[in-house]
């Protein structure tokens, strides 16, 4: 991967390719396209006799022959546009998302942070090193089950090697933990952070089902409970991002009629639309973190 480089920015590690296994699967689909098309285009042309069978073929329509190719071609720009989109927002797109994520967060009151999913850590070091260069002593704290489906190679050690290349290794700590049972009391971070994380709950068993739901609005919760009052929840993920905003909406919906949460534009990331959700959670004494 030290090839792709260039479109990393300059002087960060290389943090994973998110979701290898749906990229190699498109991939293998656009690879099959561009087979097809070069079968369709180049043998009925190069051998005469292949020509002049399939002419003479009752089975054979010249009509159907010749709307497969463009079908396929078709096949061929969707699949490939998707693989390269996929590479471009593993090794740019997310680096840029995180640096906004960064800016959205209220640093004067911000000491802990917690990043929630943070697999190889890029999440966790972009808001390390805010901390670092903010001149902040404050802590950044990483959890997640690293599964290598979700992020090539993802681990708790690549994490903490990437922070130690990033020079923020006494910023960070990480630790094993599901989204849904953090192992941390309640009122703990000033700040909690996820970055394509929590649509992968449940996704086995049908994203769109009730189940998957239901762990997803658990992992919602939890993020809540451990999020101090006056804190702030910054959340960019694809495929359910309005449902959180309905959700977080609802739940905080006695404070201010759910004001203080927002959602972004849509954001186009692994062929798919995704969005930032942005909450706050009102203090004690009903004053929000950020006025």
Excluded at 149 to 173: F, I, P, T, W
Aim: net charge positive; with cysteine.
């Amino acid at each position: 991967m030290a090839s792709l480089g260039f479109l990393r920015p300059e002087g960060r590690p290389f943090y994973g390719i998110d979701a290898p296994r749906e990229l190699a699967f498109l991939c293998c689909l656009a690879s099959a396209c561009f087979i097809v098309v070069c079968v369709l285009s180049i043998l009925p042309r190069r051998h005469e006799k292949l020509q002049k069978t399939l002419t003479e073929s009752r089975r054979y329509n010249k009509l159907y022959f010749d709307l497969l190719r463009p079908l396929f071609i078709v096949g061929l720009l969707y699949f490939g546009g998707c693989c390269a989109h996929y590479v471009y927002s593993s090794l740019e797109l997310k680096y840029s998302v995180a640096e906004r994520m960064v800016s959205m967060a209220n640093w004067s009151q911000t000491r802990s942070v917690l990043d929630v999913g943070c697999g190889r850590g890029l999440l966790m070091n972009t808001f390390a090193l805010a901390l670092k260069n903010e001149g902040i002593d404050g802590h950044v704290t990483g959890v997640d089950v690293w599964d290598a489906k979700d992020q090539s190679q993802s681990s708790a050690v690549a994490a903490l090697d990437n922070a130690r290349k990033e020079g923020v290794r006494e910023y960070v700590e990480v630790r094993t933990a599901d989204a849904r049972e953090l192992p941390f009391p309640d009122a703990s971070f000033d700040l909690v952070v996820s970055s394509m994380c929590i649509h992968n709950i449940e996704e086995g068993s049908g994203r769109y089902k009730p189940k998957a739901y239901g762990e997803r609005r658990k992992a919602l919760d939890e993020m809540l409970r451990v999020l101090k009052p006056g804190g702030q929840l910054i959340i960019w993920d694809g495929y359910h991002a309005r449902e959180y905003h309905k959700y977080l909406r609802i739940k905080l919906s006695p404070l201010r009629n759910g004001a203080q949460v927002w959602i972004s534009e849509d954001l186009w990331a692994y062929a798919v639309k995704t969005q930032i959700v942005s909450a706050l959670k009102h203090r004690d004494d009903g004053q929000s973190l950020i006025t």
